[in-house]
């Protein structure tokens, strides 16, 4: 993905189900700048952790065009694309704060990188690796990213260093 340098804004677009990598295609070929924000989530395949990149906004893209010059109707009738996201007749822009923290966190391998403000104490849930889905307390945060946590495991507390990356807050129902 190559972000426009014009003062072109961005705009959202609703997807068909499972048809994110479609859209993205034709639409770039259309000319639009399209961008789909990733984060990586670990299942369970096979008895296996698998590691994969998903829509951070499933079922969504973001696009940048102006829409005086480019010919954005031709959007909704784009393959994978259900319709652009309108006030009335006129497309809605995306609030541009919005679409500037979306795009500085986009790390090298074009993911989202969660900002990570941990507090000991604090809980967090694993979003990756073997102790997916596990919740944890927050002992420490080091230097290097890493999170030591406390995790229960056969009914007592080991610590953990976990990637900073790979947590995020606990729910109030976790």
């Given at each position: 993905m190559v972000i426009g340098s014009s003062p072109a804004r961005w705009y959202v677009a609703q997807l068909k189900p499972n048809s994110h990598r479609i859209a993205l295609g034709h639409l770039e070929r259309q000319g639009f700048v399209a961008f789909v924000p990733m984060h990586a989530t670990t299942e369970r395949l096979r008895g296996a952790f698998c590691t994969r990149s998903k829509p951070l906004f499933p079922g969504y893209v973001f696009l940048q065009f102006d829409p005086a010059t480019a010919g954005w109707s031709k959007i909704n009738a784009t393959?994978?694309?259900?319709?652009?996201?309108?006030?009335?007749?006129?497309?809605?822009?995306?609030?541009?704060?919005v679409m500037q923290a979306l795009l500085a966190r986009e790390d090298a391998a074009g993911r989202h990188a969660p900002e990570a403000v941990f507090e000991p104490g604090d809980p967090?849930?694993?979003?990756?690796?073997p102790f997916a889905d596990f919740v944890a307390t927050v002992e420490k945060m080091s230097a290097d990213e890493r999170v030591w946590v406390l995790l229960e495991l056969m009914g007592r507390e080991t610590r953990v260093a976990v990637p900073a990356a790979q947590l995020r807050p606990a729910g109030s129902g976790s």
């Open positions: 393959r994978g694309v259900t319709r652009l996201i309108c006030s009335g007749a006129v497309p809605r822009p995306v609030p541009e704060g967090v849930a694993v979003t990756q690796g």
